[in-house]
């Protein structure tokens, strides 16, 4: 039959707010999170990452937020701007014989308005 | 430092033919792994190389294989293309076990007719 597309949720934030794109994860033994963003066209691009053993992590205008009780990851945008527009994946891996198996979230669309 | 390189950008195939897709990785990057992006499924993990070996495989059928050679530059893959096929495939690269931060290409856009 004919395949489904995923249907991504969709944040649409006006510039200068701060956005805030939620994942949950499905493999508690995952020890690696990364946050790539998408633009049409493009490959991921690697935004920040952050391991088990820290709750946050802070780069240029974005933080990283882990919850290991609930398996939940946020990337938080500070100053969001027009640029910033795009899918946005959080990606977990696993460790050990996991080795470079990236497991995707479906994604975000991130939606910037001037 | 260069980034990751995927040729070509665009290939059309009908089905039944294969194709060869091919990653250059990040100068000193031995880690190479490959995804498949479709509306359909989103990105899923193909496989992943390191010094010439496979170390991990996705859940594709025997028609998707890959190799690495001593250079760590890699090629993918697919023969009797289905339809289905028709996807974005992504390669990355990290700089040892793959645990690091992998560093996509632009992809390469593969058409099936």
């Not at chain 1, 990606?91 to 014989?97: L, M, Q």
């Amino acid at each position: 039959g004919e395949s489904v597309g995923l249907h991504l949720p969709t944040l649409s934030v006006q510039e200068g707010d701060n956005s805030i794109i939620n994942c949950a994860y499905s493999n508690s033994a995952s020890d690696y999170f990364i946050w790539y963003k998408q633009e049409s066209g493009k490959g991921p691009q690697f935004i920040i990452d952050i391991r088990s053993n820290m709750d946050k992590r802070q780069g240029q205008r974005v933080t990283v937020l882990l919850n290991k009780t609930v398996k939940h990851l946020s990337l938080q945008i500070a100053a969001t701007q027009p640029g910033d527009s795009a899918v946005y994946f959080c990606a977990e891996n696993a460790g050990g014989t996991s080795y470079g198996k990236l497991t995707f979230g479906q994604g975000t669309i991130l939606t910037v308005h001037p | 430092k260069a980034g990751v390189t995927q040729t070509p950008r665009y290939l059309i195939k009908t089905r039944g033919q294969q194709v060869t897709l091919s990653c250059s990785p990040i100068s000193g990057h031995r880690s190479v792994s490959w995804y498949q992006q479709t509306p359909g499924q989103g990105l899923q993990f193909l496989f992943e190389y390191f010094s010439e070996t496979q170390r991990n495989k996705g859940n594709f059928p025997g028609r998707f294989s890959g190799r690495q050679f001593s250079n760590s530059r890699s090629e993918m893959n697919v023969s009797t293309l289905e339809l289905g096929d028709s996807a974005l495939y992504l390669c990355a690269s990290s700089l040892l076990v793959g645990t690091e931060t992998q560093y996509f290409g632009p992809g390469t856009r593969l058409l099936v007719l």
